[in-house]
C-alpha cells in the first residue's frame, strides 16, 4: 500500500501534526502495541481511515482498512494542506518554498506530489 498519513489526534481540523510514512509497512513497523490505545486518526493515500490493531508478534502494529466506508480524500487534502502550511513557516528548520494559496489549490495527487518532492516522509 502506498503512503500512510497519521495524524497524533482525533481531531481533523488543521493545522495538525502529520507523520507521512512512504509505505504502510512503515507505519506498522514504527508504532508500538501500546500505542494502540492513543488518540491517532490514520488514513491511506486514497483517504481510507485506518484503524491500528495489535499485530499477532507483539513488538509490531497493523494498520486495517475501516469496512463499510466510503474514503474520504477530503479530509485527508484537508490534513494535509494544513500540514504543507506549517511547513512554510520561516520559523521551522527547512521551510518549504510554497504559499497558502498555492497550497489551497492543490489537488490530493499535487498534494502527494508535494510530498515527495520535498521529501517530507517520516520513515
Not at 6 to 13: K, R
Request: charged fraction near 25%; avoid cysteine.
Amino acid at each position: 500500500m502506498a503512503a500512510t498519513f497519521v495524524s497524533e489526534s482525533t481531531s481533523l481540523l488543521p493545522p495538525v501534526d502529520l507523520s507521512i510514512f512512504r509505505t504502510l509497512e512503515n507505519a506498522q513497523q514504527y508504532f508500538e502495541p501500546w500505542m494502540v490505545d492513543e488518540p491517532y486518526t490514520a488514513f491511506d493515500a486514497v483517504g481510507h481511515r485506518l484503524i491500528m490493531r495489535p499485530a499477532s508478534d507483539r513488538y509490531e502494529v497493523r494498520f486495517q482498512i475501516v469496512q463499510n466506508e466510503d474514503p474520504q480524500p477530503s479530509i485527508l487534502e484537508g490534513l494535509i494542506k494544513g500540514h504543507l502550511k506549517l511547513l512554510t513557516n520561516p520559523k521551522v528548520r527547512k521551510p518549504l518554498d510554497l504559499n497558502s494559496k498555492q497550497i489551497d489549490t492543490m489537488t490530493l495527487n499535487e498534494l502527494l506530489e508535494t510530498i515527495g518532492k520535498y521529501d517530507l516522509y517520516d520513515t
